[in-house]
């Protein structure tokens, strides 16, 4: 779909990779966005371009408001970029309901609630939803249990959905490696180092644009992930290898 004159929706605006995504997005001729975020005073500013909102998207009350707002403020939504989300890195120990609902809520929920908003309030309109899923989705990594598997959901729901979705809407699933945010250092009790292959949120924001534009419905925003995705999936002990290298990087927090 074409940027120029858009109007666009972008979750998880305050940093990292949403950040990134609502400047580059803002220079385009036209173009309406409506950013959120929790810490709204982060999203960049641009007067009568980027509509900046506080709230909590892992609600439904929180995704309620974030439509509310956009429809208000762009009277339709041609692009909703569901970006907000979060790991824990850590070794699971005790059970713990909430610790568990509370990434399922902002990582699975959230999007999937959002695409059904974005049916419902815009039908038959030529539409595209775009969403942030990782190579983990792929790959296991040790440490990050939770995240792998909210990520997985996700890519699952998104592969099943388009079997049975409009004609109008496009769907794009965007599988970024590790990128430099804010991301790790907010998960990690100490500090960790990233998964081989890492990527400024800069490039990962520019090949997701680069999609969009042309109607991809899976985005890699690193080519050497995306060439080395077949080969990993025909030669499952590939998948297995680079997981048990990815252990030993975390062997700290899964001896704590
Ligand atoms: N970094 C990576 O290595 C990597 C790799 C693959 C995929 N991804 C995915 O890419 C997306 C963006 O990641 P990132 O690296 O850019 O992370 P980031 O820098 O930590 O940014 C996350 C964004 O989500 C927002 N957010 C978090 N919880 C929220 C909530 N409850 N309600 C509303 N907004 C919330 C944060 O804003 P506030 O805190 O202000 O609310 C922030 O703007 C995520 O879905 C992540 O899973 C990341």
Not at 48 to 63: E, H, M
Not at 82 to 100: C, Q, S, V
Not at 204 to 212: D, F, Y
Not at 229 to 238: D, E, G, I, K, N
Request: proline share 4%.
């Amino acid at each position: 779909m074409k940027i120029e004159g858009k109007h666009i929706v972008v979750t998880g605006a305050s940093s990292g990779i949403g950040k990134s995504l609502v400047e580059f997005l803002s220079a385009y001729e036209g173009v309406k966005i409506v950013a959120a975020a929790r810490r709204s005073e982060l999203i960049p500013k641009k007067e009568g371009i980027i509509f900046a909102i506080s709230l909590d998207v892992s609600t439904q009350k929180g995704v309620d408001e974030l439509f509310s707002f956009a429809l208000q403020k762009l009277g339709h939504i041609d692009i909703f970029i569901a970006n907000a989300g979060f790991t824990y890195t850590e070794r699971l120990i005790k059970p713990d309901w909430g610790h568990i609902s509370d990434i399922f809520s902002l990582n699975v929920f959230s999007p999937i609630y959002s695409l059904e908003k974005l049916m419902a309030a815009e039908g038959e309109r030529q539409i595209q939803f775009v969403t942030l899923i990782s190579g983990v989705a792929y790959f296991p990594l040790p440490a990050y249990a939770l995240y792998c598997s909210t990520k997985g959901a996700l890519r699952l729901f998104f592969e099943a959905y388009r079997f049975e979705k409009n004609d109008n809407l496009i769907v794009s699933n965007v599988y970024p490696v590790a990128t430099r945010t804010e991301f790790f250092e907010k998960a990690a009790l100490g500090s960790v180092s990233l998964p081989f292959l890492s990527q400024d949120q800069e490039t990962v924001a520019r090949g997701i644009i680069n999609g969009i534009e042309r109607d991809k419905r899976n985005i890699y925003p690193s080519l050497l992930f995306r060439l080395f995705l077949p080969v990993a999936r025909a030669f499952p002990f590939l998948i297995k290898a680079y997981s048990l290298n990815e252990k030993r990087k975390v062997s700290d927090i899964l001896k704590s």
